[in-house]
């Protein structure tokens, strides 16, 4: 039994009716309970510590590669899990951003055609990333998926593939 497992069997004993539980008591359940299910993992934990693996797991600099080739990268990734609709609407945004940053590569390599400044670009891309980022969410919390859990358990996982100690 997890400890998680454990919690439960307690909550539920713990919140029958006529059971009789002192407040204190009770909040220190409450307590417990959001600490064994609230994963932690925040954006910030998050990019700090997937920047620090993809410089020293994979001896793979952050600034190696272009915004163009990162959002390939998320394509593919996201191309293994496409099968549900919310999948679909999440893929147009992440191939709206892939065009995007294809826009952005021309002002590093001097080609014409683009129609706004690098600097709207860059927004407009915060802005498609971000919408994906949101419609992923969704389908996760769809399926009763903790978001948080699972990038910190598919983090750790590629972690051990490769033989790097950092983890989330």
């Known amino acids: 039994m997890t400890p998680n497992e454990a919690l439960e069997l307690l909550w539920a004993a713990a919140t029958k009716p006529n059971y009789r539980f002192s407040t204190e008591s009770y909040e220190h359940l409450c307590q417990a309970r959001r600490i064994l299910t ?20 994979f001896g793979h600099p952050l600034d190696s590669w272009s915004g163009a080739e990162w959002g390939n990268a998320a394509g593919g990734e996201g191309g293994e899990s496409i099968g549900a609709f919310l999948a679909l609407l999440a893929m147009h945004g992440l191939g709206s951003a892939q065009n995007i940053a294809k826009k952005i590569l021309r002002f590093r ?7 706004k400044s690098k600097e709207e670009y860059l927004a407009d891309l915060a802005s498609e990333i971000a ?18 859990k699972a990038v910190r358990d598919e983090f750790n996982k590629k972690s051990d593939e490769i033989g790097s100690t950092v983890k989330l």
């Open 38 to 57: 609230d994963s932690g993992l925040t954006f910030g934990s998050l990019r700090t510590t997937n920047v620090r693996r993809c410089e020293e797991g």
């Open 109 to 115: 390599d001097g080609v014409a055609g683009n129609k």
């Open 131 to 148: 919408g994906t980022l949101i419609y992923l969410d969704l389908w996760a919390a769809s399926q009763g998926i903790d978001l948080g």
